[in-house]
């Protein structure tokens, strides 16, 4: 079992729906990050959050520590948030960044 | 500021030359991290620098690899000799400093080795 569990693997959505990416972590962490990789290959920091939530523009993101789970919300989404998201966590013993697989979401007009 | 720069943007070599890549961080970032990007195990860790001295080198898959930081503003990751298991996306990636810092990642060398 790895580590960090994103679920879906794969998301296709319309225009304008809201969406939902999550993230399970099963190591004891010191920080999660949210990042975004664009189907030209180029990645992007989106979030890195170690309690409570953030916003940035129409994207939120939240982590429950207890639960160890993390979501990455889309309001209003758009067929320019098509990519790959990817949850990482730093495991607070090895202090390491372990990555999960990756969602793939597509966006349609 | 112009982000992390990595170069080549794509390196297409044969087995058994030495490949090297390069970075340089964002000006003021104390901190340096290497990638690796397959489709089968994904983004992988393999080495980071604070203030220019590797912290961690245990991603590093191999002897081949190596990587150095001799100063602030420049990284190299070198392998040699290179094998077809090696093609992959390296990306740098540089932080004000330690790994909870929001990273900026380069847009990455696509490594072909065959």
């Known amino acids: 079992k790895n580590e960090v569990e994103q679920s879906p693997q794969n998301l296709t959505a319309q225009e304008g729906e809201f969406i939902t990416i999550n993230c399970s972590y099963s190591v004891g962490i010191s920080a999660l990050h949210w990042l975004q990789q664009h189907p030209g290959g180029g990645i992007v920091s989106l979030f890195m959050?170690?309690?409570g939530k953030k916003k940035h523009g129409r994207l939120i993101a939240t982590i429950n520590i207890q639960e160890k789970h993390s979501s990455l919300h889309i309001t209003a989404s758009h067929p320019r948030d098509s990519a790959v998201y990817i949850c990482a966590v730093r495991s607070y013993n090895t202090d390491k960044l372990i990555f999960g697989t990756g969602t793939r979401l597509q966006v349609f007009p | 500021d112009a982000g992390v720069i990595q170069s080549p943007r794509h390196e297409v070599t044969e087995m058994g030359q030495e490949v090297t890549l390069r970075c340089k961080p964002i000006?003021?970032?104390?901190?340096l991290f290497w990638y690796r990007q397959t489709m089968m195990r994904g983004l992988e860790l393999l080495i980071y620098f604070n203030n220019n001295v590797p912290i961690d080198d245990s991603g590093m898959p191999e002897d081949r690899f190596s990587a150095k930081m001799p100063n602030a503003s420049f990284s190299t990751l070198k392998i040699q000799p290179s094998e077809p298991r090696d093609s992959a996306v390296y990306f740098c990636?540089?932080?004000?400093?330690?790994?909870?810092?929001?990273?900026?990642f380069g847009p990455g060398t696509r490594l072909l080795v065959l």
């Open positions: 990636a540089s932080t004000v400093f330690a790994l909870s810092e929001t990273q900026y």
């Open positions: 000006s003021g970032h104390n901190s």
């Open positions: 959050l170690s309690s």
